[in-house]
């Protein structure tokens, strides 16, 4: 099967699907949305649907059987495509994870979803004596270096500054840690976040992190934030700072990633 890929100022006819998507939905619905780059294909009746986001993570909506599966397979492993940017698949249905199971080079994970249901933030920001909080700016981005950072999920730092939002915590002229909106749509933003390696263990990343979540509620926006089931750390802080666990899902995804 080829799968067809659906031009761009055709997106919103898709909004329809994202209601069967359980979790990650800010993410497909960022593409919908068209405020975030990404791709949605279909099946050549039209019965089958993927969002792929620029950050790598795709979604299934429709009937999706197993000749539809089979396209997303190859798409996994780079196949037929001149896009070479991982595809790491949400699945959320016993047929996905069956069929997924047996096929080769694939690794299948878990991946843990939380949400945030207070109407302020319970965690309050205390910086320690030298150290100062600030929106990240097109400085910080051309400064800013690590593995979950604005670029990884937002085309260009022009649309990050025009449809994102991000906080860092500077100490001195360095950029000790940062929180920003790694997907973002009408309803949910979720937050990527990350410290570099010598401000590690100071709480930097609550702080930061809360601040985010501020953001976000004066947004009238619920916040939301996923990790990878084995990731401890960003679990703990996670409820931490207030997020409750809400669900998991499977990813799939090539075994080398």
């Known amino acids: 099967m080829n799968l067809l890929k659906v031009k761009p100022e055709n997106y919103s006819d898709y909004l329809q699907y994202i209601n069967e998507i359980d979790f990650g939905a800010v993410y497909p619905l960022s593409i919908a949305e068209g405020l975030q780059y990404g791709e949605i294909y279909e099946s050549e009746d039209k019965s089958s649907v993927m969002f792929w ?4 993570f795709a979604f299934l909506a429709g ?39 047996v096929k080769a080079n694939i690794v299948i994970e878990q991946r843990y979803f939380f949400e945030y249901r207070n109407a302020q933030p319970v965690y ?74 010598e401000y590690r263990n100071r709480g930097l990343a609550a702080d930061v992190s809360s601040r985010m979540i501020q953001y976000v509620l004066e947004q009238n926006k619920k916040p939301v934030w996923a990790c990878h089931a084995q990731n401890m750390a960003s679990q703990a802080l996670a409820e931490k700072i207030g997020f409750e666990k809400t669900g998991e899902c499977l990813i799939v995804k090539k075994e080398d990633i």
């Open 63 to 101: 009937a999706c059987d197993e000749t539809f599966l089979e396209a997303v397979y190859e798409l996994i492993l780079n196949k037929n495509i001149a896009d070479k940017r991982r595809l790491i698949l949400f699945a959320n249905s016993t047929a996905e994870k069956d069929f997924f199971s």
């Open 53 to 56: 986001h620029r950050c790598g």
């Open 124 to 197: 309050h920001t205390v910086l320690p004596d030298g150290y100062t909080i600030q929106e990240i700016d097109v400085d910080i981005l051309c400064r800013m270096q690590g593995r979950i950072v604005p670029s990884f999920s937002w085309s260009s730092d022009k649309v990050f500054l025009e449809k994102g939002k991000g906080f860092c915590i500077l100490h001195g002229d360095h950029i000790a840690a940062w929180a920003f909106s790694a997907a973002v749509s009408s309803k949910e933003i979720d937050i990527g976040v990350e410290t570099s390696p």
